[in-house]
């Protein structure tokens, strides 16, 4: 039940729900979505971009945040460690337990190789796990992978790299097959038929789904495949560094225990990094809708050593976070919610767009109806346009929601909201780095040998803007082909004498570039905590 | 105005406002979390927490990321629990019930308590699912078991031992592997891109002009 300041704006929507149903909204035409985008898409508000004057780089914008953490100092001096004597030493080091990493992780030991994961928090702790909406892959008749291609390409602005949409595309159906093959509950039909929905810009109904929890069936069933192999995985421990040879190829990094900050060196043939997103570093002040540990790591890890980055200026806000209540602020409200029939209304009861354009122009939209139109709802903290949930009842039949959105149900039903009977608030909310570093074909980095990138912590293959159920598609793709490009090459490989020399030569360039800085990275985890040096200083403690 | 209400942490008390979740109340409080936080969003189960409010029986357990603090509340959280995972091959293993008795033995031990239900965050029916494990009905277990975001408070609460999610996990995948109808559609389209079917197609627009491209883009028809 809502307050009374919503009820007068609940009225006008539930009186034009019939009307609103019947309504297909026209979809705007290209130049409509390149001036809406321009004018009220976050990527646009030059103010909140910083351009870099050190690393790979040089001379291109990245969020304020994410400049203030690729131009910092490393965690340790170079002597900090011993190299001479590893504490590990393996094959393939996958840097990441997520749904990239475990991917990775099961190819690169199907190959024979001695595989260690490492991540931060516990495996499956990562935004693999919160992915609710589903994952694309063209296995219908009326579809194919070329118009797979058309959606992703197009979605993404024309800015992919074409031979990594071709190969996303492509590798798609068997990707599902071999998930499904790995016990992954898909939602079929009794046939057997993929129960498949539109995503925002697909032209075909190609994302399938474990009902509102396809993330975390695919995360869950891939991590216990990780432990039914018995893959060495070191639990809350961060790589802080990555470790080249004398040849400047990658060879490992050094490991932080997270709980008692001791330190540790891993030697590896080959080196994964698979850290995932960065919405933890709410880029201009947004929520988001990360894991906790979504902090930007691997980008950092990759730049600092001499890796590129491709299209670190774009991130996407998810139109529908949660907008109220304040307990799930910012919470992602999956796109399924709109797959299934819901549309986008604003505060009186007016459909204001297409519900199901891509994620950019959707965001766009709702910022507009919100700040500029002033047909937002106030929700108190803020502002948020309705996602009128009934009519998925209304189209669907009943008990639609409960069968097909358990966890969205779940979610609000806890703050006593009914989704089925009540629409709820949204307004977007910062939910995936489309840009990340840069990888050849093969996965691996152009400028560092044997260093390879999986998962989110690419850039490239959604070019400036990624579809709803390409992510999931792309960890699995991307994760199994960089586990077996790695698991082949650590074959070839010998590692020379280890060094972290690129720490003195990166703090070296920030001192050219004039950069003055405190800050050191990677950032790990959020801070939440209030600062209480005011209240306790630190000699006192002591 | 903002309302506060009393909370201990591990027994110790602190003052923090009403509307926080749990987690939030203890970031409010100082605490900078490693463990016992995850997504923040209902799905990971990493931050299964306990707690008893003051002057009630009731031992009660939930996500801390998931509720609301009440005036007295005792909060444990419960960032690791040791469950039982038994390894096993999902390409060599029976889908019969079988299975069950050679990996999991100890849930025909359940005494029917019922105290894994009492205490599902999720509000799953636990025994019930594990009842259907025991009798071989992998597809229902699967099925009750859905939503388990396997945090293990379950299993903190059995007196037989039972690390339900980790029987629940194994039942899905037997169901999703093996019970579930396969997807003829699939398997075509897998061999048609392994023929090459497509891939003049897809080739044709490797080096296709951007704006022939856009022009595909703006102009496809789209699935009703």
């Known amino acids: ?542 | 105005m903002e309302n506060f209400v009393n909370i201990y942490l591990f027994g110790k008390e602190y003052k923090v406002p009403d509307n926080l979740t749990i987690m939030k109340a203890m970031e409010y409080s100082g605490y900078q979390l490693k463990r016992g936080c995850g997504c923040r969003n209902g799905f990971c189960g990493a931050c299964a927490t306990i707690y008893r409010v003051k002057g009630r029986q009731e031992l009660k357990a939930c996500l801390a990321c998931q509720t609301k603090v009440e005036e007295g509340m005792y909060i444990a959280t419960l960032p690791f629990f040791p469950l039982v995972k038994k390894v096993f091959d999902i390409e060599k293993i029976s889908a019969d019930q079988q299975i069950m008795m050679q990996l999991y033995p100890e849930i025909y031990a359940c005494v029917g308590c019922n105290a894994c239900t009492k205490v599902c965050p999720q509000e799953l029916n636990v025994m019930q699912y594990i009842a259907y494990a025991q009798r071989g009905d992998f597809k229902r277990c699967a099925e009750e078991s859905f939503d388990c975001v396997m945090c293990g408070c379950c299993s903190t609460r059995c007196p037989a031992g039972i690390s339900h999610p980790q029987v629940a996990m194994l039942a899905r995948r037997i169901n999703g592997k093996y019970l579930a109808p396969k997807s003829q559609h699939l398997a075509d389209r897998v061999q048609e891109i392994k023929d090459g079917t497509f891939d003049q197609l897809i080739e044709a627009l490797m080096d296709k002009p951007v704006e022939e491209i856009k022009e595909l883009y703006n102009n496809r028809d789209i699935e009703k």
């Not at chain 1, 006008?12 to 149903?21: L, P, S, Y």
């Not at chain 1, 690729?70 to 011993?82: E, G, N, T, W, Y």
């Not at chain 1, 730049?303 to 991130?315: E, N």
């Open chain 1, 1 to 542: 039940m809502y307050a009374e300041q919503f009820q007068e704006s609940l009225k006008a929507v539930e009186a034009a729900r019939e009307a609103n149903i019947a309504l297909e909204p026209r979809r705007m035409t290209a130049d409509e979505k390149d001036r809406l985008l321009e004018t009220y898409h976050p990527d646009y508000r030059m103010d909140q971009f910083d351009v870099l004057t050190a690393g790979p780089n040089k001379g291109e914008k990245v969020p304020k945040e994410l400049a203030a953490i690729l131009q910092a100092h490393s965690r340790i001096a170079k002597d900090s460690v011993d190299l001479n004597a590893p504490d590990y030493d393996v094959d393939v080091l996958i840097i990441g337990g997520g749904g990239a990493g475990c991917s990775a992780a099961i190819e690169a030991d199907e190959k024979g190789a001695k595989v260690m994961v490492v991540t931060k928090l516990r495996t499956g702790d990562a935004n693999t796990m919160m992915a609710e909406g589903g994952i694309q892959a063209a296995d219908k008749p009326n579809d194919s992978p070329a118009q797979h291609f058309i959606d992703a390409y197009g979605g993404g602005h024309f800015a992919a790299k074409r031979e990594l949409v071709r190969k996303l595309v492509t590798d798609a159906p068997e990707c599902i097959q071999w998930l499904n093959d790995l016990g992954v509950e898909f939602d079929k039909d009794e046939n057997g038929v993929m129960v498949t929905t539109h995503g925002g810009g697909t032209s075909r109904k190609r994302m399938h789904a474990a009902k509102d929890y396809s993330g975390a069936e695919i995360m869950r069933t891939l991590r216990d495949e990780v432990l039914n192999r018995e893959i060495p995985v070191v639990d809350f421990t961060a790589a802080i560094e990555l470790i080249l040879d004398e040849n400047g190829n990658a060879s490992g990094a050094v490991l932080m225990n997270m709980e008692t900050n001791q330190l540790y060196v891993a030697k590896a043939k080959t080196v994964i990094i698979a850290t995932g997103g960065a919405g933890r570093m709410h880029y201009q002040g947004f929520p988001t809708s990360n894991h906790y540990g979504a902090t930007a790591d691997g980008l950092v890890l990759g730049y600092r050593a001499g890796a590129k980055l491709l299209y670190a200026d774009t991130l996407q806000y998810h139109p529908t976070g949660a907008a109220f209540p304040e307990q799930i602020f910012g919470a992602l409200v999956t796109e399924k919610v709109r797959s299934l029939g819901a549309k986008l209304v604003n505060v009186k009861g007016e459909v204001f767009m297409h519900p199901l354009e891509t994620r950019d122009v959707a965001a766009a939209s709702i910022i507009r109806e919100c700040m500029d139109r002033g047909n937002g709802v106030d929700t108190g903290d803020g502002q948020g346009v309705w996602l009128d949930t009934p009519m998925i009842e209304k189209i669907g039949g009943e008990g639609t929601i409960i069968a097909r959105i358990p966890a969205m149900y779940r979610m609000f039903a806890k703050y006593g909201i009914d989704m089925r009977k009540e629409p709820i608030l949204v307004f977007p909310t910062l939910h995936y780095q489309n840009g990340g570093l840069d990888i050849s074909l093969n996965g691996e980095t152009p400028n560092i040998k044997n260093l390879f990138v999986a998962g989110e912590a690419v850039g490239g293959i959604h070019g400036r803007n990624r579809l709803m159920g390409n992510s999931l598609l792309d960890i699995i793709v991307f994760g199994r082909n960089a586990g077996r490009m790695a698991g082949d090459r650590c074959k070839e490989v010998t590692v020379g004498r280890l060094t972290l020399d690129h720490i003195d030569r990166f703090d070296a360039e920030l001192k050219a570039a004039g950069i003055e800085t405190d800050v050191v990275s990677p950032k790990l985890l959020p801070k939440y905590t209030p600062d209480f040096k005011y209240v306790c200083k630190k000699a006192e403690v002591r």
